[in-house]
């Protein structure tokens, strides 16, 4: 089959590898219709999280199952489903709770409690590197898929792939940075960073009943896509007055909750860079500040941008005197994915229209440099296998 292979930073090609088949009872084999590429693929594909052998890339991906385990019970060969983004096995402490990133059988060889990249990190992810399972990803002709009961979900004909998508992912972690955020109605939310999973969570403030939304980017055309799709004010963190305005808009005090949808791969000053070299350090974690600095006394700051190493200068003096609460990881796609495909299938939600690009998976090498590199518009690549 066709498949898109990490190699090297900045080098992906599309090969012939072996297709998949069934290892595990309770596996399934799903022939792949659409996949998207994701932020989070870029912090592969730029090198900040290592992978050392090739890896087929991708987690946002939904297709057509071809073939069930012996102990696969809730789906059968020709289900549509969309897959979510982390492999959990359903049962463990972490998935009955809730959690199903930091499920503790799906990523035996680099588990723990640590939560870091030397010694552990938590449960598996498809398509992302050896230190989450080294699962092979969705940006292929077929993807197995473990645990084929407790991930993916069956969408009926009446919805296109694009309307179901992104339930793998960005849509989840939007609404999941809202959810975190505490709100309930009347808020003032401020959302870091307008590319696709910050637009998601501009969607979901409003559906959750906030009474004003601001977005922050730095790249004009991203601004200009959320005021459009997310009927959201906006501010260009490049004219220097981000900060300013949100307070402005919120009589001085701060937005009540502010949501970092940037993460470490925030644009970097030359003195960032510098800073980063001194100090051993990579990305930026401005957009974290500037939420820390955005946010009113007592607010909120949910994070969903990721970050991978740790940073100096972290500001624990001013969350304390502003007595911040603040909530960080990746998103329990699983809990909230059947909630949020209701809402589209009721008209209440709408994710498809942060699509920018259509590519065939053949062109998937180009469609990793054209949203990493922000060209021609880009906001979200779907690719088709
Ligand atoms: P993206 O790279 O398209 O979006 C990031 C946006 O931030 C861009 O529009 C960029 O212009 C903007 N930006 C850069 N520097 C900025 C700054 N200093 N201030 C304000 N904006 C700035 O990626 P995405 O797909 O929207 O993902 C965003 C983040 O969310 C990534 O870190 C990604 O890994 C993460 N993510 C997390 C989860 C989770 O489960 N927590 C899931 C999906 C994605
Ligand atoms: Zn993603
Ligand atoms: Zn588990």
Redo the contacts with the bound molecule.
């Keep these: 089959m066709k498949a898109l292979v990490f190699h090297s930073p900045k080098h992906v090609s599309v090969d012939t590898i072996d297709t998949p088949v069934l290892e595990q009872a309770t596996d399934a084999i799903v022939r792949v219709t659409s996949t998207a590429i994701?932020?989070?693929d870029?912090?592969i594909y730029n090198g900040l999280f290592p992978q050392t052998r090739p890896l087929v890339l991708g987690h946002e991906f939904m297709g057509i199952v071809e073939e069930v385990g012996s102990d696969v019970r809730k789906l059968r060969p020709g289900d549509r489903v969309v897959v979510p983004?982390a492999v959990a096995c359903g049962s463990c402490f972490f998935c009955e709770r809730n959690l199903p990133?930091h499920c503790e059988r799906s990523n035996p060889g680099h588990y723990g409690p640590e939560g870091n990249v030397i010694s552990s990190k938590g449960g598996g992810l498809f398509g992302y590197t050896d230190l989450y399972g080294g699962y092979a990803g969705g940006q292929a002709e077929y993807v197995r898929v473990p645990y084929a009961d407790t991930g993916p979900r069956k969408v009926g004909a009446e919805l296109t792939d694009e309307q179901v998508l992104f339930l793998t992912?960005?849509l989840p972690?939007g609404y999941?940075a809202i959810d975190w955020a505490g709100v309930r109605g009347g808020e003032t939310v401020a959302v870091?960073?307008?590319?696709?999973?910050?637009i998601m969570a501009m969607k979901c403030a409003w559906l959750r009943g906030a009474a004003r939304v601001i977005g922050?980017?730095?790249?004009e055309y991203?601004l200009e896509r959320a005021r459009e799709i997310a009927s959201v004010e906006t501010v260009n963190?490049e004219s220097g007055v981000a900060l300013e305005f949100i307070r402005a808009a919120t009589d001085g005090r701060g937005a009540d909750a502010c949501i970092d949808?940037?993460?470490?791969?925030?644009?970097r000053t030359p003195l960032v860079k510098i800073s980063n070299l001194v100090h051993g350090q990579l990305g930026s974690f401005?957009?974290f500040k500037?939420a820390v600095s955005a946010v009113r006394r007592g607010g909120i700051v949910s994070v969903?941008?990721?970050y991978g190493v740790p940073y100096d200068n972290f500001p624990l003096g001013q969350l304390f005197d502003k007595g911040v609460t603040v909530r960080f990881?990746?998103?329990p796609v699983h809990k909230y994915v059947d909630q949020l495909l209701m809402w589209i299938k009721e008209g209440k939600l709408r994710a498809d229209d942060v699509i920018t690009h259509r590519l065939p998976l053949a062109e998937a090498p180009r469609g990793y440099d054209i949203?990493n590199t922000?060209k021609d518009g880009c906001?979200k690549v779907v690719l088709k296998p």
């Design positions: 994701c932020g989070s870029l912090h983004f990133g992912d960005i972690t999941t870091i960073g307008c590319g696709p999973v910050g922050v980017d730095r790249e991203r963190v949808a940037v993460g470490m791969e925030a644009h401005v957009a500037l969903v941008g990721v990881g990746q998103a949203f922000k906001v």
